[in-house]
């Protein structure tokens, strides 16, 4: 494709997102950086996380992923659906009863400020990495079709991709987010939907011929259920939910959306037509990973080593100048829709939970914002470029093999806070928070040898959870009304 020609939507697509942050940015002050004024209309916050929660990953990632795991990934997404739900029916109502900014000051509320700030730097290591991740796969792809034609490193690539988001979300944080990944998830569901028009034609398959092709193929397993496999369907779905609930309501980024609505009842309805949304997205992506592996099978295509760039070496050199139009709008919305809101995320609870920005008057405030926005851009730049130094397998399974570590210490936290009565010792609780995830690593190294050939998928979260919650209950004691 004409490096030109992706400049010019890059920067037409940034020039759309800097002129909604000004409509949206006006006035706003640190209130409506963290809370948007809690004055977001519902659907608009439902329509808008499709497109944060799919990210850059699921955009490349799962598509490419069918033709190793088939639709598996399913299994997980169902576990999703009933998180959503469990987030919306418990966890909402709390953080709209204790009318909070950080969710993790709930830790301060129930244990005191060592465990609050543990929970909160998990989150802030959680985030940081997971957002590196997704911002290091769509570097990638600018890199290939726009930067190595100027001979542009990368680095600089990552640069400039990180030094947009901080263009339009320095001023207005929460309060433009959710107007933008409204305008994100639309181009990035569009993309999807045009890629999959585009190759039935070429494939001269009608609707019901398209369905009965992706149906028949053998990439479109659903259900697994092999105890020993990491794809087996009891692990993937009981993986899925509780990750859901971590990384959905225990996490800052997502839960700072939900609770710019105007009250716990339009968060709740939020939450619940969002998780439908998905699901419907969800088949999207998977039914595009098998009409890819068709086309390429059709006309001699040989598949990448790694799969992630499938979708993009088709896209891109394959399916026409219209196709590749479609997928870098979609690929630039994926990544903006996640990094935006987990930077404006970062910010936040660094400013609320270690900096006590409310502690300051407005002018103060606006200081600290500014410089907590800055650190953060900086270290995802460092860590993408880190991240570029060593990975080495696919991206989707590094994200949650990732989170599945960094935030099982939140999901005993919030778990053992919520349905105990147990005061804890807050002293030892990050030490608690530290040892859990070493523990649950070497668990998962030598889980072949100890469980009789049994591999950890993505329910390592939940044994990391589980680990951590043994752990606060050596160092509590009942607690005296």
């Known amino acids: 494709m004409n490096p030109y020609l992706v400049l010019g939507i890059v920067l037409g697509y940034f020039f759309v997102l800097v002129g909604i942050s000004w409509l949206t940015s006006r006035n706003a002050d640190t209130q409506a950086f963290f809370t948007?004024?809690?004055k977001s209309p519902w659907y608009l916050v439902a329509f808008g996380m499709?497109?944060?929660t799919l990210s850059g990953v699921t955009f490349i990632s799962v598509p490419g992923e069918v033709g190793n795991s088939a639709f598996s990934y399913l299994q997980f997404v169902f576990g999703n659906i009933v998180g959503y739900w469990l987030v919306a029916g418990i966890l909402l109502p709390l953080y709209y009863k204790l009318n909070l900014v950080s969710i993790y000051s709930f830790l301060d509320q129930r244990f005191g400020p060592r465990?609050?700030?543990?929970?909160?730097?998990?989150?802030?290591i959680s985030?940081?990495?997971?957002?590196?991740?997704?911002?290091?796969?769509?570097?990638?792809?600018?890199q290939i079709a726009f930067f190595d034609a100027f001979n542009i490193p990368f680095y600089l690539t990552v640069i400039v991709t990180i030094g947009l988001i901080w263009v339009y979300t320095f001023r207005g944080g929460i309060k433009t987010i959710v107007w933008t990944d409204t305008l994100q998830t639309l181009f990035l569901v569009s993309?999807?939907?045009?890629?999959?028009?585009?190759?039935?034609?070429?494939?001269?398959?009608?609707?019901?011929?398209?369905?009965k092709e992706i149906s028949q193929d053998q990439n479109s397993q659903i259900f697994f259920w092999d105890w020993r496999s990491g794809n087996n369907f009891f692990k993937q779905f009981l993986a899925g939910m509780f990750i859901t609930i971590v990384m959905v309501g225990m996490d800052q980024d997502m839960m700072q959306k939900n609770l710019t609505c105007k009250n716990k009842k339009e968060a709740q309805k939020n939450m619940l037509v969002f998780s439908l949304s998905f699901l419907v997205t969800v088949f999207l992506?998977?039914?595009?990973?098998?009409?890819?592996y068709i086309f390429a099978e059709k006309n001699g295509i040989a598949i990448p080593e790694s799969t992630d760039d499938l979708y993009p070496l088709l896209a891109l050199h394959h399916f026409g100048l219209p196709v590749g139009v479609a997928f870098l709008l979609?690929?630039?919305a994926a990544a903006y829709s996640s990094a935006d809101s987990a930077l404006t995320a970062l910010?936040?609870?660094?400013?609320?939970?270690?900096?006590?920005?409310?502690?300051?008057?407005?002018?103060?405030?606006?200081?600290?914002?500014?410089?907590s926005h800055l650190l953060f851009s900086i270290l995802l730049i460092v860590v993408i470029l880190a991240f570029k130094a060593i990975n080495n397998e696919s991206i989707v399974v590094a994200v949650f093999k990732v989170a599945g570590y960094t935030y099982g210490p939140i999901l005993g936290l919030f778990i053992f806070g919520m349905y105990t009565k147990r005061k804890v010792n807050d002293k030892w609780v990050p030490w608690i928070g530290v040892s859990a995830p070493v523990i649950c690593y070497f668990i998962s190294q030598y889980s072949e040898i100890l469980f009789n050939g049994y591999r950890f998928g993505f329910e390592l979260l939940i044994v990391n959870g589980l680990i951590t919650i043994l752990g606060l209950l050596l160092i509590s004691k009942k607690h005296a009304e």
């Open 115 to 124: 465990s609050y700030k543990t929970g909160s730097f998990f989150f802030l």
């Open 347 to 371: 910010t936040t609870s660094f400013s609320v939970d270690f900096l006590k920005i409310e502690r300051f008057d407005e002018k103060k405030r606006q200081r600290i914002k500014m410089g």
């Open 36 to 38: 948007a004024n809690r």
């Open 330 to 332: 979609g690929i630039t």
């Open 50 to 52: 499709v497109g944060a």
């Open 191 to 211: 993309a999807v939907i045009f890629t999959i028009v585009s190759i039935a034609k070429s494939l001269d398959l009608n609707f019901g011929a398209l369905l």
């Open 285 to 292: 992506f998977l039914g595009l990973g098998v009409l890819l």
């Open 127 to 142: 985030k940081l990495i997971g957002a590196a991740f997704r911002l290091f796969l769509v570097a990638g792809v600018l």
